[in-house]
């Protein structure tokens, strides 16, 4: 298709348009995370560091931050054993209920943050309370694994989806039990997409608010203590540090996760047929 060059400036210019619509409340916190005055007023009059010195020997942000990072891990650790079991359930086998299954699998993503929460909160205080389990960290761990699984759902099986088959049954004939096929054969074609999906899975749990509210207790996060922060104008920045920690700390997985996405194949052009028949030697 041929573009105008209107079309092109245009196009350009919504780019531009959409990404500052994006960031540009994300670099107005950055800034202020280095305003050196303790009441925000724009423009900044004063640079300075002297609140990252204030909010890393801040002892309540060190506990949230610890928190954050146990939980994360926890979920994650979580969703890519149940998440990956499903994957292979789903993409190898065929049996009744398997669209069901695909369905229950994805429905929490699109669920309300609010109705698991409270879905959550009830659960811990009815079922769980009796058998002496209280909100913690560990229940955390299991509100945020519910829509971590998700994401690992996702990769896991768009990946085995791509790879044949008939690799696991040649395993089989050669005298490979399951789990030799799986470390051996699966693995190594679901990797790139576990770890991508790990990543994002991480970055989703360190940042998550509504889930943890309802099932955090006593306990906070980073978000959490952000969000109970804002109240005290005297720690506001405190606060802005913290939440520009925060989005380096999302960034970061989520740009590694992209680019391993992209070296696998997800996002990378295929060899053309031709190219790879030139390089297959002739019987």
């Known amino acids: 298709m041929v573009e105008s060059r209107l079309m092109r400036i245009l196009l350009r210019g919504g780019a531009v348009l959409t990404l500052a619509f994006i960031y540009l409340p994300l670099f107005v916190i950055a800034l202020y995370a280095f305003n050196r ?3 925000q007023a724009w423009p900044i009059e004063n640079y300075s560091t002297r609140w990252f010195s204030v909010a890393f020997h801040d ?11 146990i939980a994360a891990v926890g979920a994650t650790a979580i969703a ?5 079991l499903a994957s292979l359930a789903v993409s190898r086998y065929r049996f009744f209920g398997r669209e ?13 943050g609010i109705v698991t929460g409270l879905a959550l909160q009830a659960t811990i205080i009815d079922v769980l309370g009796p058998l002496g389990i209280g909100f913690g960290l560990t229940t955390i761990i299991v509100g945020h694994a519910t829509f971590c699984i998700v994401v690992i759902y996702n990769n896991a099986i768009a990946r085995m989806r791509r790879t044949s088959g008939s690799l696991d049954e040649a395993s089989a004939d050669l005298g490979a039990d399951n789990w030799q096929t799986f470390r051996y054969v699966m693995l190594p074609q679901m990797r790139t997409a576990l770890l991508a999906g790990g990543l994002l899975a991480f970055a989703l749990s360190f940042d998550e608010v509504i889930v943890t509210v309802f099932t955090s207790g006593a306990e906070q996060t980073l978000p959490i203590w952000i969000f109970a922060t804002l109240a005290r104008p005297d720690d506001q920045p405190i606060v802005n540090v913290v939440a520009l ?16 996405a992209g070296s696998s194949g997800l996002t990378a052009e295929r060899p053309k047929r031709s190219a790879v028949a030139a390089n297959v030697p002739a019987p």
């Open 37 to 39: 005055n303790v009441t």
């Open 59 to 69: 002892p309540d942000v060190r506990d949230a931050l610890r928190n954050s990072l």
């Open 80 to 84: 890519l054993v149940l998440g990956t």
């Open 100 to 112: 069901v299954i695909t369905f229950a699998v994805i429905l929490p993503i699109a669920l309300p």
């Open 245 to 260: 920690f925060v989005i380096l700390v999302s960034i970061i997985p989520v740009y590694i996760a992209t680019r391993l």
